[in-house]
């Protein structure tokens, strides 16, 4: 059931808790036997938080997790940007690793992580400061290529790409200024969208990067899982200097819409 598991996307493993066909435990279990078999290889995750992600999974039975989406499914942090309070985060910098820096709160995004009900079993890699479009920092290492161990994951979200394109777990978290979700969404096949400027929140730390340029959200393996996860983090909070203008509909109702197709105008 374990090797089953690893081959569903989140929406799928969202519906197994929802019909007790499985647990909370059992999923999280589950990718932590992945993450611990696999990531040797590729140094994709570089924080684990596993008793903290087990905890949380055995709490469900009693109804502290929050029943949102994704209630009960395994979930990765890019180790950079969105933080979990009381949780290590680095940026990819030797500087706060050996600090040992730690995060005094939840950003917005990470509220809503959680609320959505996704576990978190650790951070993933990404080069100092997400400035590079390959994920090599000095404090952790080169991450690696799932499909070709000796090629690039790119970046600056390669440690979580490898993470999902490896089936550690199916979805985890990345952020986009110049590329860093696309770049390596195209080198390990995975969905990668960038949102609108606003769409997600920054905050309550950060209001406006790089002009609106860096972007939240996730790198993930199905169209339906990045549009689920959209419709779940999107949304102006307090503090945000600007925000997308409001969607018309769920973006998961978007996934199956038809396409409207327009002629050509004659002249062309």
Same mark, same amino acid.
């Given at each position: 059931?374990?090797?089953?598991?690893?081959?569903?996307?989140?929406?799928?493993?969202?519906?197994?808790?929802?019909?007790?066909?499985? *647990?909370?435990?059992?999923?999280?279990?589950?990718?932590?036997?992945?993450?611990?078999?696999?990531?040797?290889?590729?140094?994709?995750?570089?924080?684990?938080?596993?008793?903290?992600?087990?905890?949380?999974?055995?709490?469900?039975?009693?109804? *502290?997790?929050?029943?949102?989406?994704?209630?009960?499914?395994?979930? @990765?942090?890019?180790?950079?940007?969105?933080?979990?309070?009381?949780?290590?985060?680095?940026?990819?910098?030797?500087?706060?690793?050996?600090?040992?820096?730690?995060?005094?709160?939840?950003?917005?995004?990470?509220?809503?992580?959680?609320?959505?009900?996704?576990?978190?079993?650790?951070?993933?890699?990404?080069?100092?400061?997400?400035?590079?479009?390959t994920t090599e920092p000095e404090a952790f290492g080169p991450s690696r290529n799932p499909w070709n161990p000796t090629r690039s994951t790119g970046g600056s979200s390669g440690g979580s790409a490898a993470?999902?394109?490896?089936?550690?777990?199916?979805?985890?978290?990345?952020?986009? %200024? %110049?590329?860093?979700?696309?770049?390596?969404?195209?080198?390990? &096949?995975?969905? %990668? @969208?960038?949102?609108?400027? &606003?769409?997600?929140?920054?905050?309550?730390?950060? %209001?406006?990067?790089?002009?609106? @340029?860096?972007?939240?959200?996730?790198?993930?393996? *199905?169209?339906?899982? *990045?549009?689920?996860? @959209?419709?779940?983090?999107?949304?102006?909070?307090p503090g945000d200097p600007y925000s997308a203008p409001p969607q018309r509909r769920p973006f998961i109702q978007e996934t199956g819409a038809s396409l409207v197709i327009r002629s050509v105008p004659a002249?062309?």
């Amino acid at each position: 059931m374990k090797d089953e598991l690893a081959n569903l996307d989140a929406t799928e493993q969202a519906e197994l808790v929802r019909r007790r066909q499985v *647990s909370p435990l059992e999923l999280v279990d589950a990718a932590i036997t992945r993450i611990e078999r696999v990531n040797p290889q590729l140094n994709a995750v570089i924080t684990p938080l596993f008793d903290k992600a087990r905890t949380q999974a055995q709490e469900a039975r009693g109804g *502290s997790l929050p029943d949102g989406p994704f209630r009960g499914v395994p979930f @990765l942090l890019k180790d950079l940007v969105c933080a979990t309070g009381g949780d290590p985060i680095y940026g990819g910098m030797r500087l706060l690793r050996d600090a040992r820096f730690v995060a005094p709160h939840d950003t917005h995004l990470a509220a809503k992580f959680r609320a959505a009900g996704f576990i978190c079993l650790g951070k993933t890699n990404t080069p100092e400061l997400g400035l590079n479009a390959t994920t090599e920092p000095e404090a952790f290492g080169p991450s690696r290529n799932p499909w070709n161990p000796t090629r690039s994951t790119g970046g600056s979200s390669g440690g979580s790409a490898a993470a999902v394109a490896s089936r550690m777990v199916a979805v985890a978290h990345a952020n986009d %200024g %110049g590329g860093s979700i696309r770049i390596p969404a195209s080198e390990c &096949g995975l969905v %990668g @969208l960038k949102p609108s400027r &606003g769409r997600v929140s920054l905050g309550p730390d950060i %209001g406006d990067a790089w002009h609106g @340029l860096a972007i939240e959200h996730v790198v993930t393996r *199905s169209v339906r899982d *990045s549009a689920a996860v @959209l419709d779940a983090i999107a949304g102006n909070m307090p503090g945000d200097p600007y925000s997308a203008p409001p969607q018309r509909r769920p973006f998961i109702q978007e996934t199956g819409a038809s396409l409207v197709i327009r002629s050509v105008p004659a002249w062309l």
